[in-house]
């Protein structure tokens, strides 16, 4: 069992930075890959960044690569996001994920999610 807190959301003007962090509990943690995932207002939750459990392999979605970094922490138990050059399109909240699988294009998500975190970019 892993539980999952996400903090650092906030609002922040177009081409600024945030920095998403998700803390997680429980023993298992080390074994899991980790996600972020986000949902806009009227649209589905999307794939955003992924990580392996070793944080060896990383995966992003095309609208964020080159713009968000994902990294962990295992001895922390955290997963973090860094969003650089933000657009108003990256409005959304934004979850932690774990427990899930790595493909060659997305992370297909696992069991364990966080309450999210809101991130606004304003214009």
């Known amino acids: 069992q892993v539980q999952l807190v996400e903090s650092g959301g906030g609002l922040v003007q177009a081409g600024g930075s945030l920095r998403l962090s998700c803390a997680a509990s429980g023993r298992t943690f080390r074994s899991y890959a980790m996600g972020w995932f986000r949902q806009a207002p009227g649209k589905e939750r999307e794939f955003v960044a992924a990580?392996?459990?070793?944080?060896?392999?990383?995966l992003y979605a095309d609208s964020v690569k080159g713009r968000f970094t994902i990294s962990r922490d295992n001895a922390k138990k955290t997963v973090s996001l860094r969003m650089n050059n933000l657009k108003p399109e990256d409005t959304a909240v934004y979850y932690c994920n774990a427990g899930g699988t790595i493909t060659s294009v997305r992370l297909e998500e696992g069991d364990y999610w966080g309450q999210g975190t809101q991130v606004t970019v304003s214009s």
């Open positions: 990580i392996s459990w070793s944080g060896g392999s990383t």
